[in-house]
């Protein structure tokens, strides 16, 4: 699905003060995107690093840390600087992963508190200075479909940026 696509697609500039928005240049024009739930790309390839605030969250609907949180240096080496990662089910998938209503499609199970990186897939922030990030794109059958909402300025803004950048990889 990125055949055409661009790797980067906006580059984001924060005041570093206040964390306001300075300036969302778009380098991809037309890019759309709506979720498929087919977990192809996603949660069927396991589950994501943790922020301390995923846990808490999910913690908070009763789900204990030991069920859900392995250390991800024992998943991903040294790949990633957040210490805790999901737990994965023995075929690989996250483990709040369900079958949908529609065995093709895919539901999770604690989407309204689902981690930062489950709430940004298929973008990915790259802190690139202090002020500054990339919003990447990843492989995913969402991008790029006819009946999906454009990825703008606004859509950056309202739908992957309000995240705790602090939060995102690179930091």
Not at 14 to 36: A, S
Not at 47 to 57: A, F, K, N, Y
Not at 80 to 96: E, W
Request: charged content about 30%; glycine content about 6%; proline content about 4%.
């Amino acid at each position: 699905m990125l055949g055409k696509l661009k790797e980067n697609i906006a580059r984001v500039q924060l005041d570093p003060k206040t964390g306001q928005f300075l300036d969302v240049r778009l380098f991809q024009k037309n890019l759309r995107f709506r979720c498929r739930r087919c977990a192809v790309y996603c949660c069927r390839l396991g589950g994501p690093c943790l922020t301390r605030d995923d846990i808490e969250q999910i913690e908070s609907v009763g789900h204990k840390t030991s069920e859900f949180v392995e250390d991800s240096k024992n998943k991903y080496g040294n790949r990633f600087p957040m210490a805790n990662a999901m737990k994965n089910r023995k075929d690989g998938s996250c483990i709040f992963l369900r079958t949908g209503k529609k065995k093709s499609t895919y539901e999770c199970t604690i989407y309204e508190i689902r981690p930062i990186l489950c709430r940004l897939f298929p973008f990915e922030i790259k802190r690139i200075e202090n002020d500054s990030f990339l919003l990447k794109v990843l492989p995913c059958n969402g991008l790029n479909n006819a009946d999906g909402k454009l990825v703008d300025e606004r859509f950056v803004v309202k739908h992957l940026l309000e995240s705790n950048m602090n939060n995102c990889s690179g930091s």
